[in-house]
């Protein structure tokens, strides 16, 4: 059986050796752990992966190969999620959507904490309390234009706060590209040099000085020519950009393999006082904003990647973000971004005929100078271009 899950792992391209999956047996043949499903995940994850970057593709090819990974997770939030339970699908017609008051970002927040004070039940279907399938803003699976998404999942998009434990998953790397234009289309942003040890044979130098050495072979070196562009890459990651991992992930590895200089970091929706570069980590290591914009020089070409697709409180007002308590709107951290790094650009994943109905992406549009491209063939191209004068 064992045999099986180790050329399983081997088959999602997961780097596990011989040595590791028979350190994986010595444990298990002395009983270090509990006969149980996920204290065995645990004690493989440990001994097999090394790497936490791999974590995400050990999860994939272990739920694939057991069928039951979701019984590891403890995904209960902090408030009762019994009170959430979406038993209640409301339908309303459209002239009572357009009934439904948007309260503003601090009137929202106040009427919150007052409802939290009182509410002591579950309610659902309603318009006043904290539930479900209702039409009040506050709960999960109703129909408020504008609210604050308390557990569960969400169905607009137009939540100005969410109430939950939010984990999102790195962009693969290692992803295989689906078509080859993608390295193209990004090959355009290159400036070569030669810089480092000399270590590889310079031709052309030979010839000359072995002609001017009556014949002698004279053997020139010179270093290695390197592509020496800069790349900062900023990504948007979890809530709305899941629809569009995929893409993601193709420009992502396609980037890492053309850019040997590229440094990236996530952010959600918009960015605010810190970024991070492991999402499994993103409460614990954390890089501050204004040192990220320090280290690195004017030179360097900024790449945000994301589907611009938030509140524009998210963009505008302080204390906006979907689920931190920013200091600064991210309208402030972005024009210190395009001022610090004038080569910028802006990738969007959403489809383009889409731009129109989206008040953020108009908001991030002008924030970057109108340097917003979709991220297709022709976009890239298009970002290429301007990041290359």
Not at 132 to 159: D, L, M, Q, W, Y
Not at 175 to 196: D, P
Not at 228 to 237: E, G, R
Request: charged content about 30%; some cysteine.
């Amino acid at each position: 059986m064992l045999i099986d899950f180790f050329f399983a792992l081997k088959d999602a391209r997961l780097p596990v050796s011989i040595k590791e999956f028979l350190i994986l047996l010595e444990a298990l043949q002395k009983n270090v752990i509990a006969p149980s499903l996920d204290d065995f995940y645990f004690l493989a994850r440990t001994t097999l992966i090394k790497d936490e970057a791999n974590y995400d593709k050990f999860d994939q090819a272990f739920g694939l190969y057991f069928k039951g990974i979701d019984t590891i997770f403890d995904k209960r939030a902090d408030i009762p999620l019994d009170w959430l339970a979406e038993r209640l699908k409301r339908v309303l017609t459209p002239e009572q959507r357009a009934q439904l008051e948007k309260l503003g970002y601090d009137k929202l927040m106040d009427r919150l904490k007052q409802l939290l004070d009182e509410q002591k039940e579950r309610h659902e279907g309603g318009s006043k309390w904290i539930g479900t399938g209702g039409t009040s803003p506050f709960g999960n699976g109703g129909a408020n234009p504008e609210g604050v998404r308390i557990g569960g999942k969400g169905g607009g998009r137009s939540a100005v706060k969410v109430w939950e434990a939010r984990a999102y998953k790195d962009y693969d790397a290692d992803r295989e590209i689906g078509t080859r234009n993608v390295k193209v289309a990004l090959r355009r942003l290159r400036k070569f040099a030669r810089a480092g040890a000399q270590e590889e044979l310079a031709l052309d130098d030979t010839i000359r000085a072995t002609a001017n050495n009556a014949g002698y072979l004279d053997i020139r070196m010179q270093a290695e020519r390197k592509n020496n562009i800069k790349v900062l890459m900023l990504l948007d990651v979890g809530g709305s950009m899941d629809d569009h991992i995929a893409r993601t992930e193709e420009l992502f590895s396609a980037a890492r393999s053309e850019f040997k200089n590229m440094n990236f970091y996530y952010f959600h929706n918009c960015v605010y006082e810190y970024l991070w570069k492991s999402n499994r980590r993103r409460r614990d290591e954390q890089f501050s904003t204004w040192e990220v914009l320090r280290t690195y020089p004017a030179d360097t070409k900024l790449i945000f990647v994301g589907d611009a697709t938030m509140s524009p409180y998210e963009i505008l007002h302080p204390g906006g973000a979907v689920d931190y308590n920013n200091a600064e709107a991210g309208a402030a951290w972005l024009q210190r971004f395009t001022a610090a790094f004038p080569h910028h650009a802006w990738l969007n994943p959403e489809p383009h005929n889409l731009w129109q109905y989206r008040q953020s992406i108009e908001l991030i549009q002008q924030l970057v100078g109108k340097r917003m491209y979709a991220l297709t063939i022709d976009g890239l191209e298009q970002a290429m271009r301007v990041l290359s004068k």
